[in-house]
T-cell receptor, first 115, second 108 residues
Framework: DTGVSQDPRHKITKRGQNVTFRCDPI?????LYWYRQTLGQGPEFLTY????????KSRLLSDRFSAERPKGSFSTLEIQRTEQGDSAMYLC?????????????FGEGSWLTVV | KNEVEQSPQNLTAQEGEFITINCSYS?????LHWLQQHPGGGIVSLFM???GKKKHGRLIATINIQEKHSSLHITASHPRDSAVYIC??????????FGAGTILRVKS
C-alpha cells in the first residue's frame, strides 16, 4: 500500500466553476478526514467519515461544499461555484478504527487556486 | 480562543541549539499528535502521545494531561529540521483539531 493518495495535486480554476477532489485512503482504514489549510495556518477540520457515514461537518463546510464516501473506500470533496476564498490546500487523512493507539496518515494535499 | 494554542509561532535557531515548541489545549482529549509539515504540504506524524514522554532520535515529546500541555523538543538542531511543526489533539469525539503550527528555521 502506498499511503493516502489525493488527486489532482494541483487545480487552477476560474471563479464560478465546480471542482472535485478525490482521496484514496489506506486500505481498511475506516476513518477518513478532510481538512483545509491556507498559507501560514494549521489545517482546519472540514468533515470526517467512518466507513460511508459522514459523522461530522464543520460550519466551514458551506452548502457549496459536499463530501461523499459512497462505498466506504475513496472519498470525493466537491466545491460548487468556486470563489477566490476557496483557494487553499485540501488535505485528506485516514486512520484505522479509532483507539488511542492508532495514528493518522495524511495525503500530500490538493492545491486549489481560484482565479 | 482556539482549542489548540502553539508557541512560538515562528522560531529561528542556530544549528546545534536545543529547541522547544509548546502546545496547550482546552478540550478533553484521547491523544495528542506532533506533526511535521515540509514545504509542498506533506504531513508526517512524529509522535502520538496519551501520557508521559516519547523519544525518537533527536526528538522528544512530553505531555502533561492534568495541565493540558505538551512540548516538543529537538536536541542538536540541524538545518534539515526546518519545517512547520503542528500540534493536533484527538478529541473524544474522534475529531483531530490542529494548532496553527510553529515555523522553525534552523540556520547553519
Amino acid at each position: 500500500d502506498t499511503g493516502v493518495s489525493q488527486d489532482p495535486r494541483h487545480k487552477i480554476t476560474k471563479r464560478g466553476q465546480n471542482v472535485t477532489f478525490r482521496c484514496d485512503p489506506i486500505s481498511e482504514h475506516n476513518r477518513l478526514y478532510w481538512y483545509r489549510q491556507t498559507l501560514g495556518q494549521g489545517p482546519e477540520f472540514l468533515t470526517y467519515f467512518q466507513n460511508e457515514a459522514q459523522l461530522e461537518k464543520s460550519r466551514l463546510l458551506s452548502d457549496r461544499f459536499s463530501a461523499e464516501r459512497p462505498k466506504g473506500s475513496f472519498s470525493t470533496l466537491e466545491i460548487q461555484r468556486t470563489e477566490q476564498g476557496d483557494s487553499a490546500m485540501y488535505l485528506c487523512a485516514s486512520s484505522p478504527r479509532l483507539s488511542s493507539g492508532n495514528t493518522i496518515y495524511f495525503g500530500e494535499g490538493s492545491w486549489l487556486t481560484v482565479v | 480562543k482556539n482549542e489548540v494554542e502553539q508557541s512560538p509561532q515562528n522560531l529561528t535557531a542556530q544549528e546545534g541549539e536545543f529547541i522547544t515548541i509548546n502546545c496547550s489545549y482546552s478540550v478533553g482529549i484521547s491523544a495528542l499528535h506532533w506533526l511535521q509539515q515540509h514545504p509542498g504540504g506533506g504531513i508526517v506524524s512524529l509522535f502520538m502521545l496519551s501520557s508521559g514522554k516519547k523519544k525518537h532520535g533527536r526528538l522528544i515529546a512530553t505531555i502533561n494531561i492534568q495541565e493540558k500541555h505538551s512540548s516538543l523538543h529537538i536536541t542538536a538542531s540541524h538545518p534539515r529540521d526546518s519545517a512547520v511543526y503542528i500540534c493536533a489533539v484527538m478529541e473524544y469525539g474522534n475529531k483531530l483539531v490542529f494548532g496553527a503550527g510553529t515555523i522553525l528555521r534552523v540556520k547553519s
